[in-house]
């Protein structure tokens, strides 16, 4: 924006090589230190154009020992110096511009610290979501004890199925049997008799074997529907079940067998209250509620459960 032009330029055109001709400026300021704008650039370059001792003086801000006073005088500056100035003049302008945003002169307006946006750690966390740990169910029985039978195969196998996901299966084969020790090695008497020690003892092989509870728990309720022949049972329902019976069968008739119904029989004993009554089944470490426990497994499940409701429920 020019605010006064000290010159006006006129190029004619013609192969006379005529120069551009400069109309008399005007010497009558009216104030003499009035100020005009020649160029606004980037940069704010300002022009003073004062009057003293009747010669004219123009002063360009960092380009002004460049810009001679007289250049403008004499009228014979031609149109390839002027060109050749304004682009001087903006690549001087380019350059300083570079050098001060290099340097931190010119900063953009969202890097001053008043504007800078600050975010508070706890809106970055996201929001906890509760979960509930499955029930621990543990169940206390006996391989050929009617009993034990019904609610296995009534009871906590279909319970199981629909509550799978919230339920933690711990199976405890020993009943009412006792433990003798006798020169380091484990003898049991049971209350159905030698084939029931036997079939506890399969029972607890498969347990320590087979990892995966829900294959687990699928082979007892194979081999206790007909466990009078534990270890045909127990062939047949491992076999069946895609897992190793030698394994299982090594098992059982090595120390490692009986050590382990050792140990189901520790388990049995220190039950608080004691055993009174094989099966026993205990929700999180508690024998509550018994009757209807054995009489609607899932209905207490659903009620012990802290959780979400389950779709079954």
Known sequence: MFTKFWSRLSLKAGNDKKSVKEEPRAEHWSDPDERIVLLELPVRTQATHRKENGVGRVAWGVWSSYLKPDSYSNGKRSSVDAWTTVLVSL??????????????????????STNRIYFNA???????????????????????????????????????????????????PYGKASTLEKNGKFTFDCQHGPVECQANMVHACVTNIVKDQTKQLSIVHCMI????????????????HKERWVDVENCVNSDQGASILKHMGDMTHNLKPKVSFIPTITIDGSQDDQKHVLQDFHKVLCRRFKGPKQPSC
């Open 91 to 112: 690549v001087l302008t380019l350059v300083l511009i570079n050098d001060m945003n290099t340097y931190g002169k010119v900063r953009p307006r969202w890097a001053n």
């Open 122 to 172: 706890s809106d970055l966390v996201s929001q906890e979501v509760e979960v509930n740990p499955p029930m621990n169910v543990a169940v206390y029985y006996e391989a050929l004890c009617p009993d034990s039978r019904h609610f296995v195969m009534k009871q906590l196998t279909p319970a199981y199925k629909k509550l799978k996901d919230i339920i933690e299966l711990h199976l405890v």
């Open 225 to 240: 529907d007909k466990n009078m022949q534990p270890l045909v049972a127990g062939q047949k329902c491992v076999e069946s």
